[in-house]
């Protein structure tokens, strides 16, 4: 099937500083990427649509200033947790659908962020 | 708004026993249907997908149905094995191109 990285895997930072996850679709391209979020043993709660070209679409209770969105080519999606805070802490995973093929999503294998 | 719910929650089984995993979900107009799986830490891996136009997937000891009608899907697991341990979710995505995840089977298959 097709493949979706991600990076970095894991990441553990400082409060308030600003952390940048990377989604990639290693041999599809995909116009929408979409990233989740997900607490211990719960499950993974949608954040925002990644268009490619155009600004995100957050969902609600989502702060689009808090975590930037950033779609710059067909196969690169951004995340950056601006000045993180420890309630920032969460497992953070993209997914990407293969156009060419039956539009199934693809993870990626997500980052755990942990904020000091 | 898409509900999507799995039951039961958590499941503990010998060795060897066929396993039924329930999906259901609030709105029927659904594009398609996923059903993952989930180790602890990890992502997500695809296990079946099923079109909105179909009944049913097989893929090795996994079968998973859809009646779209009822909102509800089935995860089948044949002989189950210690190494199908983890969180099966389902998730259906709508036509207004959103996934909306299930709530999660927590399985454990013990020798």
């Known amino acids: 099937g097709a493949v979706v990285s991600q990076h970095p895997s894991r990441v553990i930072c400082k409060s308030g500083t600003s952390v940048k996850i990377e989604c990639r679709s290693l041999?599809?391209?995909?116009?929408?990427m979409f990233w989740y979020r997900q607490f211990p043993k719960q499950s993974l709660m949608l954040m925002a649509t990644?268009?490619?070209?155009?600004?995100?679409?957050?969902e609600q209770g989502v702060e689009k200033d808090k975590f930037l969105i950033n779609h710059a080519s067909l196969t690169l999606s951004t995340l950056t947790v601006t000045s993180a805070h420890p309630e920032d802490s969460s497992f953070y995973i993209c997914?990407?659908?293969?156009?060419?093929?039956?539009?199934?999503?693809?993870f990626g294998e997500g980052s755990r962020l942990t904020v000091l | 708004k898409q509900e999507v719910t799995q039951i039961p929650a958590a499941l503990s089984v010998p060795e060897g026993e066929n396993l039924v995993l329930n999906c259901s979900f609030t709105?029927?107009?659904?594009?398609?249907l996923q059903w993952f799986r989930q180790d602890p830490g990890k992502g997500l891996t695809s296990l079946l997908l099923?079109?909105?136009?179909?009944r049913e997937q097989t893929s090795g000891r996994l079968n998973a149905s859809l009646d779209k009608s009822s909102g509800r899907s089935t995860l089948y697991i044949a002989a189950s094995q210690p190494g199908d341990s983890a969180t099966y979710l389902c998730?259906?995505?709508?036509?207004?191109?959103?996934?909306?995840f299930g709530t999660g089977t927590r399985l454990q298959v013990f020798p």
């Open positions: 997914s990407a659908r293969d156009l060419g093929g039956t539009g199934e999503l693809f």
């Open positions: 990644s268009n490619e070209g155009s600004k995100a679409t957050y």
């Open positions: 709105d029927s107009a659904i594009y398609n």
């Open positions: 099923i079109q909105s136009s179909q």
């Open positions: 998730a259906v995505l709508s036509n207004t191109d959103k996934l909306i």
């Open positions: 041999d599809f391209q995909a116009t929408t």
